[in-house]
């Protein structure tokens, strides 16, 4: 191999692995990024102005709601359209962010 293929070779590797690991270690928890669709109405830490304030409660209790939102049993509100629109392990996810806001 010529001696300037292999340094660049060895430049672009460590660029690599530098990036691949800034990325790893910048990525938000769990739920945080679905969480952000819930701020205008629950603020962005779970205590929103006049709404259910979800900071404080389990992600169990969190799940069992959006859940009950899901299968439509809390009627066809916002609240509903809105965990419709995720799946199981997204709503698991999200729960249990919120849950970790005090």
């Given at each position: 191999m010529l001696p300037h293929l292999r340094y660049t070779t060895g430049i672009?590797?460590?660029?690599?692995?530098?990036?691949?690991?800034?990325?790893?270690q910048t990525a938000p928890p769990?739920?945080?990024?679905?969480?952000?669709?819930?701020?205008?109405c629950h603020g962005t830490?779970?205590?929103g102005p006049?709404?259910?304030q979800l900071a404080g409660k389990s992600a169990s209790e969190i799940y069992k709601d959006l859940k009950e939102f899901q299968s439509g049993k809390e009627g066809n509100g916002i609240m509903a359209r809105h965990a419709m629109g995720y799946t199981d392990a997204q709503l698991l996810s999200l729960s249990s962010w919120l849950s970790t806001q005090r």
């Open positions: 672009v590797a460590c660029t690599l692995g530098l990036s691949l690991g800034v990325q790893a769990a739920g945080r990024l679905l969480a952000s669709n819930c701020f205008q830490n779970g205590k006049g709404f259910d």
